[in-house]
């Protein structure tokens, strides 16, 4: 009986092998990527590079383990999602408004914990950001958006308040 359960295990882990989304690094243009306009300092450059690159940029260096279905299909649909919500590789195709609107999620992703993901700093620890990081980053952010702002006249936008967190400042207001 163990044998053949075995058996069904090994054929199905190799049936699934002929799925293999692409692990893919579309071309880059160099006059697109966020380097091309933002002022970022060195620090601030290698932490990007190091922790948020590879699931938001189409220079994704595609480990072993993403050549091995379950795996390979966990990483593509992350690196997917990252890119459509944020590519740094396409910065400048974005408006003024959405770039000053990426900027506030990139702060808030990463001051709540959200971003980098815990599944990718478990296997990839140095990617983890300390406070002190997250401060940095944010600071960051926030002097990009005051930037963009005096080039565009484009202000950071304000907070809609929907969803989650909108009906627990309601909950909040009503102490």
Not at 97 to 113: A, N
Not at 151 to 165: F, H, L, N, S
Request: charged fraction near 25%; charge should be positive; proline fraction near 6%.
């Amino acid at each position: 009986m163990i044998r053949r359960i075995l058996l069904i295990v090994l054929v199905v882990f190799i049936a699934i092998q002929l799925y293999r989304p692409a692990t893919t690094n579309p071309p880059e243009d160099p006059s697109h990527n966020l380097r091309a306009i933002a002022q970022l300092p060195p620090e601030i450059d290698h932490m990007l590079t190091q922790s948020c690159n590879d699931c938001h940029s189409n220079r994704t260096v595609w480990p072993w383990y993403t050549q091995i279905a379950p795996s390979r299909w966990l990483v593509v649909s992350d690196v997917n999602d990252g890119r459509r919500h944020l590519n740094f590789s396409e910065w400048t195709t974005l408006t003024p408004e959405r770039q000053q609107r990426r900027l506030s999620d990139m702060c808030e992703q990463v001051e709540s914990g959200d971003m980098p993901l815990m599944q990718y700093t478990w296997i990839h620890t140095k990617t983890k950001l300390n406070q002190s990081q997250r401060e940095a980053l944010c600071a960051w952010t926030k002097a990009e958006q005051a930037r963009i702002t005096e080039k565009t006249g484009v202000a950071v936008p304000q907070r809609q308040r929907g969803g989650m967190r909108a009906a627990d400042e309601k909950k909040e207001e009503k102490k």
